[in-house]
T-cell receptor, first 109, second 117 residues
Framework: GQNIDQPTEMTATEGAIVQINCTYQ??????LFWYQQHAGEAPTFLSY??LDGLEEKGRFSSFLSRSKGYSYLLLKELQMKDSASYLC??????????WGAGTKLIIKP | EAQVTQNPRYLITVTGKKLTVTCSQN?????MSWYRQDPGLGLRQIYY???????DKGDVPEGYKVSRKEKRNFPLILESPSPNQTSLYFC????????????????FGAGSRLTVL
């Protein structure tokens, strides 16, 4: 079966750095997405990786290793507004998205 | 403003009373999809549409119907709602659903919270 694993919850301190991991086992691979979702709101797109390596976008970076079936989202200089759930999703060989259950990130002052 | 609009945002209904959740996008997107989100389970796809008049089942289609008569609209129909359909529903769209490009980035609607008593 197809599976995406992420930690259920993480806690970090304002101003610090946090890494949210995502491991996947899917039928084929056509890209990996990270979305941010604040409580009760819609998911919004953060990043897309299809080739191995690091993609940087301001305070957020996303890394992919296709051979290991592994990605992480790195958030730097954490702010209180970064408290949200972070969703990892993989596009399989049929171009269908397989979603992880999400990681709830709690930021403490 | 480019957006996906869902209505209603909140609805409380009773078992068996047919309801429709509307979804409309103004970005000329070909691909549209419905998801439900339940605590601890993440997003689960109900139905999706690659283009007008083309719809397919997702992972959890039982108890739902959809139609895609126009490119911009993709309504979700619950013919006979049951309590296990109480959930947060999201409609989403993208330019396409395939290819190695950002054209498959999803834009989500604000969500529709449905309670079936």
């Amino acid at each position: 079966g197809q599976n995406i694993d992420q930690p259920t919850e993480m806690t970090a301190t304002e101003g610090a750095i946090v890494q949210i991991n995502c491991t996947y086992q899917t039928s084929g691979f056509n890209g990996l997405f990270w979305y941010q979702q604040h409580a009760g709101e819609a998911p919004t797109f953060l990043s897309y990786n299809v080739l191995d390596g690091l993609e940087e976008k301001g305070r957020f970076s996303s890394f992919l290793s296709r051979s290991k079936g592994y990605s992480y989202l790195l958030l730097k200089e954490l702010q209180m507004k970064d408290s949200a759930s972070y969703l990892c999703a993989v596009m399989d060989s049929n171009y269908q998205l397989i979603w992880g259950a999400g990681t709830k990130l709690i930021i403490k002052p | 403003e480019a957006q996906v609009t869902q209505n209603p945002r909140y609805l409380i209904t009773v078992t068996g009373k047919k309801l429709t959740v509307t979804c409309s996008q103004n970005m000329n997107h070909e691909y549209m999809s419905w998801y439900r989100q339940d605590p601890g389970l993440g997003l689960r796809q109900i139905y999706y549409s690659m283009n007008v008049e083309v719809t397919d089942k997702g992972d959890v289609p039982e108890g739902y119907k959809v139609s895609r008569k126009e490119k911009r609209n993709f309504p979700l129909i619950l013919e006979s709602p049951s309590p296990n359909q109480t959930s947060l529903y999201f409609c989403a769209s993208s330019f396409t659903s395939g290819g190695f490009s950002g054209a498959n980035v999803l834009t989500f609607g604000a969500g529709s919270r449905l309670t079936v008593l």
